[in-house]
């Protein structure tokens, strides 16, 4: 990491009028209008929920309240890492944010797993869709655009990881370029083979079959997904000095306060959408 004299103040900016890093203050501005878009959408669920239509499915007999209740607990773990990620990077620590941040990573694609695994259930075996029912409309309208949110920001992580082996401006070229392109590719590929072979491995075992009948059917995804580990791994290895250090906590501090939003977000609907069903 490259060195630098003076401290610095993470909190306060004396160069604008109002001390808030315009970062900061941007990404609190974005994150008041995304209040007000989930609480529409909230509740216009919960006013249909008020009034159900007659011959409306009941979301007990859909809903898995412990699939949901795991989801939730590892989407609240990844709140703990990325704060530790904050953290870590506000010390300089550049090992321990990269760690922190792979890990919020893997969560956040574990809840979005949980969430392709449900959505596949209510529309191909409780025949619930967006369009044949009330509860479908707002319920794949609520939390498939949470998902979203969930998906961009593990993007978000995902490029912040990679920008934090970014070398100094002399030693940018091409060949830098395709290098942090490819390293995005991997880890991206990585995710998705890894979500899909895991959904492959439940769904093998919920319809009774064999884990040899599993790595046949399924070894050319991970044969792929240790492809991309390995190429992970690669374009992970020490290079020297690099151009990001505590310099730069603002920015994985304003990644902290969107990722926060969203599993804040999450406890509402997980608690107006879920446990209300149940009390």
Known sequence: MSSHAGPIDHHHDPSTSTGIPNKKLLMWTFLASDCMFFGALISTHLIYRLHPMPGAPSPKEIFSIELTSFSTFILLMSSLMMALAVTAIQKGNLKSMRWSILTTIFF??????????????????????????MLGTTFFTLTGTHGTHVAIGVFWLILMYVRSFQPPEASRNAGWFI????????????ILLAMFAVLGLVHTLHTGGTMGGYFGGHFAMLAGLVGCIAACI????????????????????????YWHFVDIVWIVIFTAVYLLEYL
Not at 112 to 127: A, P, T
Not at 181 to 188: C, T
């Open 234 to 257: 690669f374009f992970a290895r020490p290079r020297g000095v690099v151009n990001f250090d505590e310099r730069n906590a603002i920015d994985v501090e304003s990644m902290g306060l």
């Open 108 to 133: 956040g694609a574990i809840f979005l797993g949980c969430q392709v695994y449900e959505f596949e259930e209510f529309i191909l075996i409780k025949k619930m869709t967006i369009t044949n029912s």
């Open 179 to 190: 290098g942090h392109l490819a390293h995005i590719v991997a880890i991206i590929g990585g």
